[in-house]
């Protein structure tokens, strides 16, 4: 069975670091893509970027270039989303989500972890 | 950047009613268009993928339709379950793969 499991939710304060996780199981991490989706409060998807972890291969999307940094340990079948200054608005749930087919490009999610909620207050 | 737009915003329906949900491309994205269920507090759902193909395990009150820029998804008997704010996602043109705004299937 395929699982995405993330970490936990987190509550911190603006201008801290952060880096939240997502492990993959019950198939081969490493020729799947992985992509992370925010949902902010209330608020509807949006796609933040995808990384390929058997050569750690990434794009972003132009409205979270420079604001996030993604990242894969294949060693240890984990994901990484990670902010170096969170503001308060990065208040959100994010989902790591893996691409429907092996290998491929142009493919939807077809498993999703179950969201790790980010909670950015003074 | 390409746009995803999704109406209506809210769709109110009774159990049984058909649903037919609609998504615009602002440039053609070929099939390569999907879309997902999302219920409160839970993560979105693979519904539909390749315009039309059902994903694993949905049921086949759902169905998708449409190429280009122009895309329906129908549920053809609204079950209690099926109430949920759903989404459309191109894949095509990327990044990013844009998600349209949602729409919600209420009583």
């Known amino acids: 069975e395929v699982q995405l499991v993330q970490s936990g939710a987190e509550v911190k304060k603006p201008g801290e670091s952060l880096k939240i996780s997502c492990k993959g199981s019950?198939?081969?991490?490493?020729?799947?893509?992985i992509g992370w989706v925010r949902q902010m409060p209330g608020k509807g998807l949006e796609w933040m970027g995808i990384?390929?972890?058997?050569?750690?291969?990434?794009r972003y999307s132009p409205s979270f270039q420079g604001q996030v940094t993604i990242s894969a340990d294949k060693s240890i079948n984990t994901a990484y989303l990670q902010w170096s200054s969170l503001k308060a608005s990065d208040t959100a749930i994010y989902y790591c989500?893996?691409?429907?087919?092996?290998?491929?490009?142009?493919?939807?999610?077809?498993?999703w972890g179950q969201g790790t909620l980010v909670t950015v207050s003074s | 950047e390409m746009v995803m737009t999704q109406s209506p915003a809210t769709l109110s329906v009774s159990p049984g009613e058909r649903a037919t949900l609609s998504c615009r491309a602002s440039?053609?994205?070929?099939?390569?268009l999907a879309w997902y269920q999302q219920k409160p507090g839970q993560p979105p759902r693979l519904l539909i993928y390749?315009?039309?193909t059902r994903a694993t395990g949905i049921p086949a009150r759902f169905s998708g339709s449409g190429s280009g820029t122009e895309f329906t998804l129908t549920i053809s008997s609204l079950q209690s379950e099926d109430f949920a704010v759903y989404y459309c996602?191109?894949?095509?043109?990327?990044?990013?793969?844009?998600f349209g705004q949602g729409t919600k299937v209420e009583i």
């Open positions: 989500a893996r691409n429907r087919i092996q290998g491929a490009t142009e493919q939807p999610f077809d498993s």
């Open positions: 019950g198939y081969s991490f490493t020729t799947y893509w």
């Open positions: 990384i390929y972890p058997g050569d750690s291969d990434t």
């Open positions: 440039q053609s994205v070929s099939s390569n």
């Open positions: 390749g315009a039309s």
């Open positions: 996602q191109q894949y095509n043109n990327w990044p990013p793969r844009t």
